[in-house]
């Protein structure tokens, strides 16, 4: 079983920045994609951003030259850099990470989500 937490939320003005991180835990062999989605009350999960394997980086519309997502491959770890940030970001933000443990079995999962609030 693959444990992921996520870390680094918070209250931050406007403007503000943040940095969100996802640590997994378990018998990991190798980590392949790495997300990160937000889910406001009464709206759907929204793909925030995510990373491949090889380092290549999607991005959301509405988070696209505010947002960089990155990974640190060793640690089993995940980053989300909040900049710019606008009170339409305010959300629970969830860290997804799939990958195969050893043994061969694959695993998908998620963390227990960190609340981000934009507000003066």
């Known amino acids: 079983q693959v444990t992921v937490v996520e870390s680094g939320g918070g209250l931050v003005q406007p403007g503000g920045s943040l940095r969100l991180s996802c640590v997994a835990s378990?018998?990991?062999?190798?980590?392949?994609?790495v997300g990160w989605y937000r889910q406001v009350p009464g709206k759907q999960h929204e793909l925030v951003a995510s990373i491949s394997p090889g380092n290549d980086k999607t991005y959301s519309d509405s988070v696209k030259g505010r947002f960089l997502i990155s990974r640190d491959n060793a640690q089993n770890m995940g980053y989300l850099y909040l900049t710019n940030l606008k009170p339409e970001d305010t959300a629970v933000y969830y860290c997804?990470?799939?990958?195969?443990?050893?043994?061969?079995?694959?695993?998908?999962?998620w963390g227990q989500g960190t609340q981000v609030t934009v507000s003066a």
């Open positions: 378990g018998n990991i062999f190798s980590m392949n994609n």
């Open positions: 997804n990470m799939d990958g195969s443990i050893y043994g061969g079995k694959i695993f998908d999962s």
